[in-house]
């Protein structure tokens, strides 16, 4: 009969690696938190697109400073666009593009319409889109 005193080799094998395994955590909680991965965004462009998917107007911003956005952050851009032609525009589609602060397109989203909207000389319409990191 074996003494209860005594632990099975298996359960002394187990405790060895249970400790194995605290040690690592605490060794590895020692070292430098990272972060949440971010990006970040230095401006964005709207690009609109005509019926052939052909540029029909494009134009930059910048956001004036690097804005750094990490996981579950949102960001809405609202983009203003007068039609300073002396034609209609047709547009059906449009893109918004988030730029890095070295002009790099990190984001790109946008919608597509149904229906062609058309601008007429003179007008301005709103384009916006919403993005979440």
């Known amino acids: 009969m074996a003494n209860?005193?005594?632990?099975?080799?298996?359960?002394?094998?187990?405790?060895?690696?249970?400790t194995s395994l605290v040690k690592r955590k605490r060794t590895d909680s020692n070292t430098e938190p990272q972060g949440p991965p971010t990006l970040g965004i230095a401006g964005y462009t709207l690009i609109l697109l005509d019926p052939d998917g052909q540029v029909a107007w494009t134009r930059d911003w910048d956001a004036g400073s690097t804005f750094k956005f990490g996981p579950r952050h949102r960001l809405w851009v609202f983009c203003e666009f007068t039609n300073q032609s002396q034609h209609e525009i047709e547009i059906a589609e449009y893109e918004i593009e988030l730029m890095s602060d070295e002009g790099i397109v990190v984001e790109r989203f946008g919608k597509a319409f149904a229906d062609s909207v058309i601008v007429v000389p003179g007008e301005t319409k709103i384009f916006s889109g919403q993005w979440q990191m």
């Open 4 to 18: 209860q005193t005594e632990q099975p080799k298996a359960s002394g094998g187990l405790k060895a690696a249970l």
